[in-house]
Nanobody, 121 residues
Framework: QVQLVESGGGLVQAGGSLRLSCAAS????????MGWYRQAPGKQRELVAR???????NYADSVKGRFTISRDNAKNTVYLQMNSLKPEDTAVYYC???????????????WGQGTQVTVSS
């Protein structure tokens, strides 16, 4: 079992910045890719950014050049630095992690509880 704990959401004015963090905890697991998704009211959850264990990254077109995903493998933590925020970035942001259990080699995907990001115009 893996737990993901997110922090760093809040209210910010357009053009401002926020940094989200997500720490993963668990035993007998190997954490592969980690990522951030978001869900705005009335919309489907969408990918924001993902990062592999080797630190390869991919981003949604809407956030390229503004958001940066990074990770600290020693701390099992993934970060999302969000700059030049826009009102349309307002959503609940969810962290996720693809995890292999070392006992059986099965792949699991875990999700955090979500953190609200609100950007005012």
């Amino acid at each position: 079992q893996v737990q993901l704990v997110e922090s760093g959401g809040g209210l910010v004015q357009a053009g401002g910045s926020l940094r989200l963090s997500c720490a993963a905890s668990g035993s007998a697991v190997s954490i592969n890719a980690m990522g951030w998704y978001r869900q705005a009211p009335g919309k489907q959850r969408e990918l924001v950014a993902r990062i592999s264990s080797g630190r390869s990254t991919n981003y949604a077109d809407s956030v390229k050049g503004r958001f940066t995903i990074s990770r600290d493998n020693a701390k099992n933590t993934v970060y999302l630095q969000m700059n030049s925020l826009k009102p349309e970035d307002t959503a609940v942001y969810y962290c996720n992690a693809d995890v292999v259990d070392l006992d059986w080699g099965n792949l699991h995907r875990y999700w955090g509880q979500g953190t609200q990001v609100t950007v005012s115009s």
